[in-house]
């Protein structure tokens, strides 16, 4: 193996974005897939990583083993489904392979673990790997700074109809984002509800507004509504691969760190 060789174990290899994984992977020569794992109950097993995706074959076949997937890997991504990661973060220890972790959804349990499993092993945790939401979150950050509480925030957020999860993990990213910016905290400030007589906005609230339906992959807007104008600043994604983009970019970034919990915002150096 070279040097600049980047051998990538995807788990969870068989959902939208594994088959986004793969095509990011093909778009830079010194990456390959070395291992795939999916669901014990998933019918791609024993098969190649492509069958649930098409294209060529890649000689990789998938297990529902992860200690099996990592075998010979430099870095794991993991965009499997919440309940899976728990067991590939173990699997990830064990193996002391870095790991970038896109899965959303995560309980406080789940990212606890990955918190103690981060002394061990380094590892990027993003709710999103987009280049351009982190740009966003550092934007609305900067923006949360400079108006002061006159200014209303409101995020709203629009996913496919098959999400399971809401608000988004990216909608509380920029969430967190935007009270870091004011110095308060989103428990205690963010709004989350809304039905009947909610009575007047309360000031300095931080508001969220969620859209399921369709194929949407993903649209998000931070909008600081003040008296006679308003800032609006948007991201809206048309094809899951640069999702996958930025996970590979962070794959890249994680080899040879020293063990801690990043974020893609330590990846682009915005922090």
């Known amino acids: 193996m070279s040097a600049t060789e980047l051998p990538i174990a995807i788990l969870g290899v068989t959902g939208r974005m594994g088959g986004a994984l793969l095509r990011a992977l093909d778009e830079i020569p010194f990456a390959r897939l070395i291992g795939a794992s999916a ?34 890997a430099r870095v794991a991504i993991d965009f499997a489904l919440p309940d899976a990661t728990p067991a590939n973060l173990r699997a990830c220890v064990e193996a ?31 709710a999103n790997m987009s280049v351009g939401v982190n740009l966003l979150m550092k934007l609305s950050e900067l923006a949360a700074k400079a108006l002061d509480t006159r200014y209303d925030i409101e995020i709203f957020e629009a996913h496919h109809r098959n999400k399971k999860d809401a608000p988004s993990g990216t909608a509380l990213a920029l969430g967190e984002s935007v009270a870091a910016g004011r110095g308060v905290s989103l428990k205690e400030v963010g709004v989350f509800e809304r039905h009947g007589d909610t009575g007047a906005r309360k000031l300095g609230s931080i508001g969220f507004s969620v859209f399921r339906g369709g194929d949407v992959i993903g649209d998000h807007t931070v909008t600081f509504a003040g008296v006679g104008e ?22 890249q970034w994680i080899v040879g760190r020293p063990a801690g919990l990043y974020s893609m915002q330590d990846v682009l150096g915005l922090k």
């Open 96 to 126: 002391q392979c870095p790991m970038v972790i896109g899965t959303t959804g995560l309980s406080d349990d789940v990212r606890s673990q990955i918190a103690a499993a981060a002394k061990q092993i380094p590892v990027v945790l993003s």
């Open 39 to 72: 669901s014990a109950t998933s019918r791609w097993l024993n098969q190649d990583a492509s069958a649930a995706h098409g294209g060529a074959s890649r000689g990789v076949t998938v297990t529902s083993d992860a200690a099996i997937a990592l075998r010979g």
């Open 230 to 251: 308003r800032l609006e600043l948007s991201h809206r994604a048309s094809d899951r691969v640069m999702f996958a983009r930025g996970a590979i970019r962070a794959a």
